[in-house]
């Protein structure tokens, strides 16, 4: 009796050890700023760095620069491939004030570039964000 416990308590143990481990939530705190400018929060720089296939929670912060979208957008956020194709689920629109947004880094490494799609000013154009994803 008691073997027969220890024996499925040790299977129940191997089939734990082995199930894939579910990766950990990746929280990416942005700010899309008055300047038209997409920058990582308390950092100056407008780069970040995904791992491919992980869970990403994003937090932006979008505050409101020269004009809006007339639902209210401020700020969009539309993640292009290399071959400048949208990646699918990351087509986004941001409301001013703070939003999570739960989303999952594209499955291929590679650079990515996101772009915003709300003609936010005269410097629309160069709202951009790097966005890097490193192999599993
Ligand atoms: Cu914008």
Known sequence: MMTEIAVRFLLA???????????????????????????VMDERKSEIDLIAGEPVLLHVYARKAKSMNRDGSVHGLLL???????VAGWDLLFKPGVQEIELTAPTEPGTYEAVCTVVCSADHDQMKLKVVVNPR
């Open 80 to 86: 292009l491939d290399s071959q400048h194709k949208p």
């Open 13 to 39: 143990a191997l089939l734990v050890a082995d199930a894939p481990k579910a990766m950990p939530v990746h929280v990416v705190s942005l700010i899309a700023d008055h300047n038209s400018v997409f920058r």
